[in-house]
């Protein structure tokens, strides 16, 4: 176990490290998490009533919310969000596809995480499925 300098040596320093999905870190899917945590807030509080998404997009979404909860590997997830691709109205369908294709590139172009395009795609969707697949009526995961 690591010891922290200037700690008595018998000091255990416990060091948080990023999840990785097959060596990858997971800023693009923990950041999506995070937001659909945030979105799924809002929708709660705001009453509003948000339009109802496909049955067969969210049926995607759950599957692919739940997985990821549960360390899904990066293939995995890419077959997964290609799903929801597939399925998507067309006023999801383009950022959809962006979601995927930063999926693919990620292990090979870690600057996807960091790409503010790819960002707002991945909130656009996942905001598209907490509001109108009602994620904060279900039970289990929490958003994609």
């Given at each position: 176990?690591?010891?922290s300098r200037?700690?008595h040596?018998?000091?255990?320093?416990?060091r948080?490290?990023?999840?990785?999905?097959?060596?990858?870190?997971?800023?693009?899917?923990?950041?999506a998490?995070?937001?659909?945590?945030?979105?799924?807030?809002?929708?709660?509080?705001?009453?509003?009533?948000?339009?109802k998404a496909?049955e067969a997009?969210?049926d995607?979404a759950?599957?692919?919310?739940d997985?990821v909860?549960r360390?899904?590997?990066?293939?995995?997830?890419?077959?997964?969000?290609?799903r929801?691709?597939?399925?998507?109205?067309?006023?999801?369908?383009?950022?959809?596809q962006?979601?995927?294709d930063?999926?693919?590139?990620v292990?090979t172009?870690?600057?996807?995480?960091?790409?503010?395009k790819?960002?707002r795609?991945?909130e656009?969707?996942?905001?598209?499925a907490?509001?109108?697949?009602?994620f904060?009526?279900?039970?289990?995961?929490?958003g994609?």
């Amino acid at each position: 176990m690591p010891v922290s300098r200037g700690a008595h040596p018998t000091t255990r320093v416990f060091r948080l490290h990023s999840a990785t999905i097959g060596g990858v870190r997971r800023k693009l899917v923990a950041a999506a998490v995070l937001v659909t945590s945030v979105v799924l807030v809002a929708s709660c509080r705001s009453g509003g009533s948000a339009p109802k998404a496909p049955e067969a997009f969210c049926d995607a979404a759950f599957k692919y919310d739940d997985r990821v909860s549960r360390n899904a590997k990066i293939d995995e997830q890419i077959r997964l969000v290609q799903r929801m691709v597939d399925r998507a109205p067309a006023k999801i369908k383009a950022d959809a596809q962006t979601f995927v294709d930063a999926l693919r590139r990620v292990e090979t172009d870690p600057s996807v995480k960091d790409d503010p395009k790819i960002k707002r795609a991945v909130e656009n969707v996942n905001r598209y499925a907490a509001q109108g697949c009602g994620f904060y009526k279900r039970e289990g995961g929490g958003g994609i």
